[in-house]
């Protein structure tokens, strides 16, 4: 099994620019979630989904949307890239089962100049 | 809203040496976990903490799990440098929404 693919891995963007962050599971996982990890932080949860069609806010989704037309993908998108959206971000998901962790891709860097 | 805070955010440790990390929330959680990250990687699931009393071994660590408290703790036996990481523990709302919230995690250093 794959698991959870994020493309690209990296990522330089110009101020103003957008971009869409891919993220693709193929465990048939119900939930899925974006964060981001700012350099020395912790994780801020910026969108999740509890299935496809239904979408929420997490703690930090200013500039950033997202759609889930299937269950296994979760595009992120950046409307307008800001320096303080240099991160890295991570996609995850997990199944709907309390004993059930949530499973990680590799991260995208982004970098906005 | 959701609240977890660790401590401590840094832990410096000596080979050979047991100390404990402290995770507290803030609402009733559903379920409790603790992750591993490496420098540069990405976030590998250590355990998963589902009711009060839970306690959980892998190796020199060890979680549990005080409801009541709105505690869990990650304690590590005889640390070894393979241990130095940042660890991260991460929340759910008990009977709300999937949402799931990290800690701030704490980057830990065993020196030998």
């Known amino acids: 099994n794959a698991g959870v693919t994020q493309t690209p891995k990296f990522r330089i963007l110009k101020i103003g620019q957008s971009m869409t962050l891919q993220c693709a599971q193929d465990?048939?996982?119900?939930?899925m979630y974006w964060y981001r990890q700012d350099p020395g932080m912790g994780l801020k949860l910026i969108y999740y989904?509890?299935?496809?069609?239904?979408?929420d806010k997490g703690e930090v989704p200013n500039g950033y949307n997202v759609s889930r037309s299937t269950t296994e993908d979760f595009p992120l998108r950046l409307e307008l890239a800001a320096p303080s959206q240099t991160s890295v971000y991570f996609c995850?998901?997990?199944?709907?089962?309390?004993?059930?962790?949530?499973?990680f891709g590799q991260g995208t860097r982004l970098t906005v100049v | 809203e959701l609240k977890v805070e660790q401590n401590p955010l840094f832990l410096s440790m000596q080979e050979g040496k047991n100390y404990t990390i402290y995770c507290n929330y803030s609402?009733?959680?559903?379920?409790l976990y603790w992750y591993r990250q490496d420098p540069g990687k990405s976030l590998e699931s250590l355990f998963v903490l589902l009711s009060n009393g839970a306690v959980k071994q892998e190796g020199r660590l060890m979680a549990s799990l005080d409801t009541k408290a709105r505690l869990s703790t990650l304690h590590i036996t005889a640390a070894v440098h393979d241990l130095s990481a940042t660890y991260f523990c991460a929340v759910t709302i008990q009977g709300g929404s999937e949402k799931l919230v990290f800690g701030k995690g704490t980057k830990l250093t065993v020196n030998p």
């Open positions: 465990m048939n996982h119900n939930y």
């Open positions: 609402t009733t959680s559903d379920r």
């Open positions: 995850a998901s997990s199944v709907r089962d309390r004993g059930s962790e949530a499973f």
């Open positions: 989904s509890v299935g496809a069609g239904i979408t």
